[in-house]
């Protein structure tokens, strides 16, 4: 069943078993995996079936960080039925083993479980999403073009897909009649969790309290509670929920909103001019390519990154057009000099038409980004029209992911260069690695997973420390985010939580 709480009469009191915050991916996935379990879910969503300014205006807020994307807050989600699927563009991939690892070169790093843990979960979100199944997608089949850039004695990186949901999934349109049709599930619109209020021994929460735009005040009572809002929003609410717990909920040790990471993306900081690669990397896989995989990356593999202590990244190799050839020319020929024998004249040339022979492909970088304890999301003195302290979000990086940016970049040019499978252009004139940068769009990290209540907000089943009946779905539980998209993981942990709730209510 679908509400629009702006026609409930103000006082209402509404009680369900699990009440789920937020109607993303997280949210979505979580009430579909409950809607046979037998429990009731109520969930609980700030916009409506379309974007509309009202919501949208709760997304302002300060953001401070060196980074390129000015209106990141307002363009990294979207508060509507279905979330941020209602923008995103679908690239998925899971997590890589060593992402999960307590690595002794990355600070705070490891995961609570190993990647045999989510296997499952991938396997049950892959069809949710759209995406081809973990099987299929563990074969890497479409790599062959990149194998055949790289060739057999590539020996630091490995190449890696990342999938595609096709067609992209808008789970607000894919999964309403599902849910609308539901007897056990009733979806609220128009539904903003203002605060969570915890019992007085602060152990357990009793009641949601929702506003909206039309001035109603409703309370939602539940033996579970779900925060599925979105890494930010995530720890706004936990930070907002503060009338017992005057740090907000689960925060003894003031972990709550720090370790606030993003995958940082460094466009056209590299080109490679191949020795004899004639075709674009990807072309070998056919129409299978452009349906099912979104790109490739070459990846520093384990032996790589743990010697050279570097962070997990993907780099991925793009095809310049004749015009970009064209602008990128002289600064090519003048820079690169000695080290570009053996080069396209055609190329170096940028006064003659491009009649190339080869390709150049530019290097863009996905990287990990180290959890930080001062990157972190904060409430500040402004408030929005609910009432609500607006978020201020103070991102941070440090020098290591500088270096490792770096360092990747070389080591990938001496790959090329040790093997003579091509030569490439490091932008070293320019401050690369120092750089602003763009941020991904992925908030991560803000109520992150840890055994311990001094190290993390919920535990390894994404409990709440110290609340029994509190739970986070969200990219903000991970203790690492990787190099790779988030959302395939949101998903998965949101199955998984599923499971955990059906087993705590004897349903499994
Ligand atoms: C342009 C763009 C492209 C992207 N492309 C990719 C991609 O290719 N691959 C990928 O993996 N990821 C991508 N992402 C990131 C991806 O969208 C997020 O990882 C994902 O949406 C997070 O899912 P979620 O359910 O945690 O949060 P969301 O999808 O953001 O959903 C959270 C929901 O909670 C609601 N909410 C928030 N606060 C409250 C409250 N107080 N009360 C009630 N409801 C509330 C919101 O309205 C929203 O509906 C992209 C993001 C953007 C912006």
């Given at each position: 069943?679908?509400?629009?709480?702006?026609q409930?009469?103000?006082?209402?009191?509404?009680?369900?078993?699990?009440?789920?915050?937020?109607?993303?991916?997280a949210?979505?996935?979580?009430?579909?995996?409950?809607?046979?379990?037998?429990?009731?879910?109520a969930?609980?969503?700030?916009?409506?079936?379309?974007?509309?300014?009202?919501?949208?205006?709760l997304?302002?807020?300060?953001?401070?960080g060196?980074?390129?994307?000015?209106?990141?807050?307002?363009?990294?989600?979207?508060?509507?039925?279905?979330?941020?699927s209602?923008?995103?563009t679908?690239?998925?991939?899971?997590?890589?083993?060593?992402?999960?690892?307590?690595?002794?070169?990355?600070?705070?790093?490891?995961?609570?479980?190993?990647?045999?843990?989510?296997?499952p979960y991938?396997?049950?979100?892959?069809?949710?999403?759209?995406?081809?199944?973990?099987?299929?997608?563990?074969?890497?089949?479409?790599?062959v073009?990149?194998?055949?850039?790289?060739?057999?004695?590539?020996?630091?990186?490995v190449?890696?897909a990342?999938?595609?949901?096709?067609?992209?999934?808008r789970f607000?349109?894919?999964?309403?009649?599902?849910?609308?049709?539901?007897?056990?599930?009733?979806?609220?619109?128009?539904?903003?969790?203002?605060?969570?209020?915890?019992?007085?021994?602060?152990?357990?929460?009793?009641?949601a309290?929702?506003s909206?735009?039309?001035?109603?005040?409703?309370?939602?009572?539940?033996?579970?509670?779900?925060?599925?809002?979105?890494a930010?929003?995530?720890?706004?609410?936990?930070?907002?929920?503060?009338?017992?717990?005057?740090?907000?909920l689960a925060n003894?040790?003031?972990?709550?909103?720090?370790?606030?990471?993003?995958?940082?993306?460094?466009?056209?900081?590299?080109?490679?001019?191949?020795?004899?690669?004639?075709?674009?990397?990807?072309?070998?896989?056919?129409a299978?390519?452009?349906?099912?995989?979104?790109y490739?990356?070459?990846?520093?593999?384990?032996?790589?990154?743990?010697s050279?202590?570097?962070?997990?990244?993907g780099?991925?190799?793009?095809?310049?057009?004749?015009?970009e050839?064209?602008?990128?020319?002289?600064?090519?020929?003048?820079?690169?000099?000695?080290l570009?024998?053996?080069?396209?004249q055609?190329?170096?040339?940028?006064?003659?038409?491009?009649?190339?022979?080869?390709?150049?492909?530019?290097?863009?970088?996905?990287?990990?980004?180290?959890?930080?304890?001062?990157?972190?999301?904060r409430?500040?003195?402004?408030?929005?029209?609910?009432?609500?302290?607006r978020?201020?979000?103070?991102?941070?990086?440090?020098?290591?992911?500088?270096?490792?940016?770096?360092?990747?970049?070389?080591?990938?040019?001496?790959?090329?260069?040790?093997?003579?499978?091509?030569r490439?252009?490091?932008?070293?004139?320019?401050p690369?690695?120092?750089?602003?940068?763009?941020?991904?769009?992925?908030p991560?990290?803000?109520?992150?997973?840890?055994?311990?209540?001094?190290k993390?907000?919920?535990?390894?089943?994404?409990?709440?420390?110290?609340?029994?009946?509190?739970?986070?779905?969200?990219?903000?539980?991970?203790?690492?985010?990787?190099f790779v998209?988030p959302?395939?993981?949101?998903?998965a942990?949101?199955?998984r939580?599923?499971?955990?709730?059906?087993?705590?209510h004897?349903?499994?």
């Open positions: 069943m679908l509400v629009d709480c702006r409930l009469e103000s006082g209402t009191v509404v009680r369900a078993d699990v009440c789920v915050i937020g109607a993303g991916f949210g979505v996935s979580l009430a579909l995996a409950l809607k046979d379990s037998g429990l009731r879910v969930l609980l969503e700030s916009g409506g079936l379309e974007t509309d300014e009202n919501a949208s205006g997304l302002d807020g300060t953001f401070d060196p980074h390129r994307n000015k209106s990141y807050l307002q363009t990294s989600r979207s508060r509507v039925f279905g979330g941020t209602d923008i995103w679908g690239t998925c991939r899971p997590l890589d083993e060593i992402d999960y690892e307590a690595r002794d070169w990355v600070p705070d790093s490891g995961w609570p479980f190993g990647p045999e843990e989510l296997i991938y396997q049950r979100a892959a069809p949710l999403l759209k995406i081809r199944t973990f099987k299929t997608y563990r074969r890497e089949g479409a790599l073009g990149y194998n055949r850039l790289a060739g057999p004695d590539f020996t630091r990186f190449p890696k990342l999938f595609r949901s096709h067609p992209v999934a607000g349109v894919l999964y309403r009649d599902d849910l609308e049709s539901s007897e056990r599930v009733t979806v609220y619109l128009h539904a903003n969790v203002l605060e969570l209020l915890a019992y007085p021994d602060g152990a357990g929460i009793e009641e309290v929702v909206n735009f039309a001035g109603r005040e409703l309370r939602f009572k539940a033996q579970e509670f779900v925060v599925a809002a979105g930010l929003d995530c720890a706004r609410l936990l930070l907002a929920s503060n009338q017992v717990q005057k740090a907000g003894d040790f003031d972990v709550l909103g720090r370790y606030y990471m993003d995958h940082t993306r460094l466009p056209r900081t590299a080109q490679l001019v191949p020795t004899q690669e004639k075709r674009r990397p990807w072309e070998g896989t056919g299978d390519a452009v349906r099912y995989y979104s490739y990356v070459f990846s520093p593999n384990r032996e790589a990154q743990r050279l202590k570097m962070l997990n990244c780099v991925r190799l793009s095809e310049l057009d004749r015009e050839i064209a602008a990128k020319a002289g600064g090519l020929s003048q820079e690169v000099g000695g570009a024998r053996g080069l396209d055609t190329v170096l040339s940028g006064s003659r038409p491009a009649r190339r022979s080869k390709p150049i492909y530019s290097a863009k970088l996905y990287n990990e980004h180290v959890p930080l304890h001062h990157s972190r999301v409430l500040g003195s402004e408030r929005d029209p609910l009432g609500q302290q978020l201020v979000v103070e991102w941070r990086s440090n020098e290591q992911m500088d270096e490792s940016v770096g360092r990747t970049l070389e080591l990938l040019a001496m790959e090329f260069g040790r093997l003579a499978r091509g490439m252009h490091l932008s070293v004139a320019d690369l690695y120092t750089a602003p940068c763009y941020l991904g769009a992925h991560m990290g803000t109520t992150r997973m840890h055994p311990s209540p001094k993390g907000v919920v535990d390894a089943d994404c409990k709440a420390h110290g609340v029994n009946n509190l739970f986070v779905a969200s990219s903000s539980v991970f203790p690492t985010g990787g998209n959302t395939y993981t949101i998903v942990l949101a199955l939580l599923a499971d955990f709730l059906k087993r705590k004897g349903l499994a």
